[in-house]
């Protein structure tokens, strides 16, 4: 099994920054795409960013020259620096880890972490 504990998350004015992590712990035999999804009030859960093992990154659209996502793979720990933040970025973030815990495993089990509440004040 593998645990997701996140951080980060908390209470900014509009145009400031926060930095969210996710460490992944537990019996890991390999850590491959890694992420973030947020979900806003009334709203479906929504990707923000992915990245993989080997760098390659994934922004929604409209969050791309704003947020910024990193990993370290030595620590297996995805961060999300989120910088001139908007009230409609408030929501719930959720980490997303693809990874296994078996070297039987054939394919890659998707794990959330329990999420993290940022709020963006006006």
């Known amino acids: 099994q593998v645990q997701l504990v996140e951080s980060g998350g908390g209470l900014v004015q509009a145009g400031g920054s926060l930095k969210l992590s996710c460490a992944a712990s537990?019996?890991?035999?390999?850590?491959?795409?890694m992420g973030w999804y947020r979900q806003a009030p009334g709203k479906q859960r929504e990707l923000v960013a992915l990245i993989t093992s080997g760098g390659n990154t994934n922004y929604a659209d409209s969050l791309k020259g704003r947020f910024t996502i990193f990993r370290d793979n030595a620590k297996n720990t995805v961060y999300l620096q989120m910088n001139s933040l908007k009230p409609e970025d408030t929501g719930v973030y959720y980490c997303?880890?693809?990874?296994?815990?078996?070297?039987?495993?054939?394919?890659?089990?998707?794990?959330w972490g329990q999420g993290t509440q940022v709020t963006v004040s006006s």
């Open positions: 997303n880890v693809w990874a296994r815990d078996d070297p039987s495993q054939i394919y890659d089990h998707v794990y």
């Open positions: 537990g019996t890991i035999v390999s850590v491959n795409v």
